[in-house]
Structures are given as structure tokens and as C-alpha cells.
DNA sequence: TCTGCTATTTATAACAG
DNA sequence: TCTGTTATAAATAGCAG
């Protein structure tokens, strides 16, 4: 997909690879908004950079980002090309923009994370937690140790529909 | 990207909206598999199908589904079109291939949603909850009421920035 | 309804600034 | 290090069976 081939394994070069990370990760995004709204369907997306950042996508959710970066050409922040007058006003103006659209970008990802971590709650905690006793969280405290062990020891992979069965009454 | 443009906007055919879900489903995760094994880095994907089932893709985690499904052109269950002596022994043994189908594609369904789960879990409860005393699970409890709680009203959306807040605190 | 086939559109690897 | 461009690889819309 691109000047040429590429093997399919981890890129080595640090640099190129944050580049990589950063290019897909758009692309994945734009492809999640498609199939939710082509769909109209619900899909909640996580990663963490290779710096360990999170990001992610959700729908609903607001607007996503995707479309934020991708339409709004006219947004660019003013250059000094023009008027004299403005040149210091403009910086000052550039400075602020760039500060909004730095906490803009922040409050958009963490509420897709709050998102995600809302729908995963769904998933893993069905009913109301807000009725449970201390029993049944030392309870939870239990499955949940217990399915992270599973994983976490990749032993599953043979025995995995028994314990999978479980998980899925839950549903 | 097909044999023309389409508009980005839902589809209105059921059924083809249905097929499009399945491809470009696929096509996400497979997008997804890629970016993770690239750049070396966790990834989440759930999604819910037009008729609500969930999907769901996880690195780390077993196998993608993608590669189970894309590969095993192998496994198609037999026609009755050849000889005639094995006319009952091939319904019954369709039969059969067809449960075995069935329980391998939930297992395979739930294993993903599993995956989808741990890496919620990793992502909500950030360090290992066997070592949590009741005092933290409470706190847990509260937490997660909390989230939920801010979620369903979805009055949040003004200050959804210190809420989150606190939420990215725990990273 | 599901799988496979291509004409096309889209994503992106390598470059360039 | 970030942003934009371009040649090319990859995804997929509409069909066909």
C-alpha cells in the first residue's frame, strides 16, 4: 500500500516506527468511523502508542477525531505572509489556537477512554454494581483474577471453551 | 475502493448492510493485527454487529479471528452430490460438522470477547487486583459507580474534562 | 445467505521540505 | 520531528455462483 512492500513484523527503526504507528492509527480510525456509520454501529477502539499514550476511538461518542483532522483545512492557524501589523498579534492568536486545539484533543481522547472503559464495564460486569455486597466483590475480585491468570498463562488455548462457557452465561 | 464510490452514510439495504459489516469488520481487525504486530502495541477492538452481537479483536491475546476465518477454506462442510450409499451416513455426518462448526465459531466468539475483556481490565484496573484488600475493592466499587453513573446521564458532556481527568490519572 | 472475483477506490511507505 | 506528496500495495463495492 505503499511505495513497496513491507514484511509484516515489528518495524525496527524507533523513528520509523512511531511514524508508522501514527499513520495507521489514523487510518484505522477513519476505517472504524466508516463501518459505524456505513453500519450504524456501535465500536469502541484502544491502543496504546508505543510510548505507552493511549488513544481511542468510540461511537457514539463525540464527533470523532478522525473527521475533526480530516475536514477542517480552513481551521489552519494564520501564517505571517501578509499584513505587517498582524505579525505579533498573529503569533500570540497562533499560540492560543495551538493551546485550545492541545486540550481539545485531550478531552476528546479521554472521553473515547472513558467510553471504552464504559462499554468493557458492560461487558464484564453486567448487572448494576452499584447493588453489590462485599460478597459478591470479593467474588468478582475472584473471576476476574481468575480469568486474568488464564490469559496471562496462555494455557487456555485446549481447555478454553469450558472456561469461555462460563464467561459467557454472563452475558 | 469498490467498483465505485459510495456515500458515507448508512446503508440502507439490510442485507447489504450486513455483508459490508462483515467485510469491513474483517477488514478492521486485519488492519488492527497489522498495527499491532508493527508497531509492537496493545490494541482493543469491540464491535457490535447490526443485529447486536458483539465482535471483538485483542493484542495480546490468542489468535485473530481474522486468521482462523480467512484460512480454513478447508473446513466446508461435505455436499450430498456424489454416491448414494452414504446418502444418510453424509446427513447425519453434515449434521454433526455443522454442531462442531457452531460450538468452534462461539469459541472462538467468546475466546475474542474474553481477550476484549482482560484488556478492558487492564485498562480500567491498572494493577493486579489479587493483591486488592476489601478496602480497595469498595473503592473500586465506587469508582466504577461513579463512571457509570456520569455515563448514563450523559449530562456529562460539559464537564466531561475533569471527570476524565481523573480517569487518565490512573495510567 | 455465504464465498470468491476484479475493477476501482483508498491507504500508506518512502520521500521531500 | 512534523506535514505534504506520490508511486504503489491493499481494501472493497458490486457481481456471480
New interface residues.
Partial sequence: MGRRK?E????TDRSC?QV??SK??T??FK??N??A??????????????GGK?FSFGNPG?EPLVDRFTNHRDHQLPRDNSGRRSERLAEELNGIQKRIQV?KN??DA??K?????????D???PR???E?G?EE??E??RR??N??E??DGRAM?ME??S???L??NRR
Fill in positions: 513491507i509484516m513484523k515489528m518495524v516506527r508508522t504507528f495507521r492509527r487510518g484505522l476505517k472504524a466508516e463501518l456509520t456505513l453500519c450504524a454501529v456501535q465500536i469502541v477502539i484502544v491502543v496504546f502508542s508505543p493511549p463525540v486540550e485531550r478531552g479521554l472521553e477512554a472513558l467510553a471504552a472503559a464504559a462499554d468493557c464495564l461487558f464484564l460486569i448494576a454494581i452499584e453489590m462485599i466483590l470479593v468478582m475480585r476476574l483474577t480469568l486474568r488464564q490469559l488455548e478454553a471453551s472456561t469461555l462457557m464467561l459467557s
